[in-house]
């Protein structure tokens, strides 16, 4: 079974400023990963996919890096909007979430 | 236009058993895989079943043998059996599926109560 760990658990942050949030997997899952932000009430939204695609409306602020391992998202610079919760999931057959990144304001 | 709408959350009493529905538009779930997922009050996401499009099912652990996951083809509509309810089964029961990239489309989701 696949674990990912996320950190930090918290980011405290100023609009403006770059959003590094760390996932690391218990064994290489290739590329097989994708980042979702969620906000209060709200599902999650899909952001990235495959590591490092974009869905189509996402913000190019937003970006996805790694492979095997360790992967990483990127804010490049905050905006009041982005202030939420991230995840990072794997699928292999069954499904995997790690416990999140919470992105809040300093 | 894509659309998940979950139904049939309520309060339920620890031991008992409950039908949650998720209604999809805009795509056969036939074609896609269809997952639920839960979320505990002021907690994180956790996966907890998957049906391919093949049929094959897959579950989460926690559940494995007291959840059943279903779809029914004529209504276009995605299931999620609970019984043997347990407190910690309490969450936000989100269905979602694929639109080629990974969890696309996530319905509103529904809460479920167990609780006596």
């Known amino acids: 079974e696949i674990v990912l760990t996320q950190s930090p658990a918290t980011l405290s942050l100023s609009p403006g400023e770059r959003a590094t949030l760390s996932c690391r997997a218990s064994?290489?899952?290739?590329?097989?990963l994708a980042w979702y932000q969620q906000k209060p009430g709200q599902a999650p939204r899909l952001l990235i996919y495959?590591?490092?695609k974009r869905v189509t409306g996402i913000p190019a602020r937003f970006s996805g890096s790694g492979s095997g391992t360790d992967f990483t998202l990127t804010i490049s610079s905050l905006e009041p909007e982005d202030f939420a919760v991230y995840y990072c999931?794997?699928?292999?057959?069954?499904?995997?979430f790690g416990g999140g990144t919470k992105v809040e304001m300093k | 236009e894509v659309q998940l709408v979950e139904s049939g959350g309520g309060l339920i009493q620890p031991g008992g058993s409950l039908r949650l529905s998720c209604a999809a538009s805009?795509?056969?779930?036939?074609?896609?895989?269809m997952t639920w997922v839960r979320q505990a009050p002021g907690k994180g996401l956790e996966w907890v079943s998957i049906?391919?499009?093949?049929?094959?099912?897959y579950y989460a652990d926690s559940v494995k043998g007291r959840f059943t996951i279903s779809r029914d083809d004529s209504k276009n509509t995605l299931y999620l059996q609970m019984s043997s309810l347990r407190a910690e089964d309490t969450a936000i029961y989100y269905c979602?599926?694929?639109?080629?990239?990974?969890?696309?489309?996530w319905g509103q989701g529904t809460l479920v109560t167990v609780s006596s």
């Open positions: 979602a599926t694929t639109g080629g990239a990974a969890l696309d489309y």
């Open positions: 805009g795509f056969t779930v036939s074609f896609n895989f």
């Open positions: 049906i391919y499009s093949g049929g094959d099912t």
């Open positions: 064994q290489s899952i290739n590329n097989y």
């Open positions: 495959d590591a490092s």
């Open positions: 999931q794997h699928c292999n057959k069954e499904f995997t």
